[in-house]
T-cell receptor, first 112, second 115 residues
Framework: AQSVTQLGSHVSVSEGALVLLRCNYSSSVPPYLFWYVQYPNQGLQLLLKYTSAATLVKGINGFEAEFKKSETSFHLTKPSAHMSDAAEYFCAVSSNNNDMRFGAGTRLTVKP | ETGVTQSPTHLIKTRGQQVTLRCSSQSGHNTVSWYQQALGQGPQFIFQYYREEENGRGNFPPRFSGLQFPNYSSELNVNALELDDSALYLC??????????????FGPGTRLTVL
């Protein structure tokens, strides 16, 4: 069975500071990993995904994530936070077994 | 290009009733997945349809059922509603059959409240 754990339900950073959202996964097969963002009253938007190619994945809006197999991690980072980054972020894991598991989410607050 | 749309946006039902939620997939997409997102939680996979056939199901009881139509739009039906069914129901479409590894495009969701 596959699962995702997001460390920290709430993260607060100042505008311009580094954003680091943590995600650890469990999977018995090589995983596909995703980060999604959800703004209030909206659906999910894909930020980036890892599909066993390059371990450093670049996404939209300046976000990137690094797949570390030894640490079973896929943390999301952005060098400089913007006010518009305030949202809920979800990490998800999937394989080719027609299942997809999401973490509980991390709410990012950006302070001016 | 039209994105994924869902209807209705909000719905209030009482316990024991039945509900049908609708989803129009993005143009060119033949796979639709449904998710339940309870308040304060991540989405949970309900099931997926590919070319009108169910192609995988999460841990949801049979009273959650679905359909996909020849135009690849989809319905989610929930019978005998329970209070715990109150949630945001998300539909996502993708272009191919690869479980969930293809990029999925999500609709804005239907907020269901069961009283």
């Amino acid at each position: 069975a596959q699962s995702v754990t997001q460390l920290g339900s709430h993260v607060s950073v100042s505008e311009g500071a580094l954003v680091l959202l943590r995600c650890n996964y469990s999977s018995s097969v090589p995983p596909y990993l995703f980060w999604y963002v959800q703004y209030p009253n909206q659906g999910l938007q894909l930020l980036l995904k890892y599909t066993s190619a390059a371990t450093l994945v670049k996404g939209i809006n300046g976000f990137e994530a690094e797949f570390k197999k030894s640490e079973t991690s896929f943390h999301l980072t952005k060098p400089s936070a913007h006010m518009s980054d305030a949202a809920e972020y979800f990490c998800a894991v999937s394989s080719n077994n027609n299942d997809m598991r999401f973490g509980a989410g991390t709410r990012l607050t950006v302070k001016p | 290009e039209t994105g994924v749309t869902q209807s209705p946006t909000h719905l209030i039902k009482t316990r024991g009733q039945q509900v049908t939620l609708r989803c129009s997939s993005q143009s060119g997409h033949n796979t639709v997945s449904w998710y339940q997102q309870a308040l304060g939680q991540g989405p949970q996979f309900i099931f997926q349809y590919y070319r009108e056939e169910e192609n995988g199901r999460g841990n949801f009881p049979p009273r959650f059922s679905g359909l996909q139509f020849p135009n690849y739009s989809s319905e989610l039906n929930v019978n005998a509603l329970e209070l715990d069914d109150s949630a945001l129901y998300l539909c996502a479409s993708s272009a191919g059959l690869a479980g969930h590894t293809d990029t999925q495009y999500f609709g804005p969701g239907t907020r269901l409240t069961v009283l």
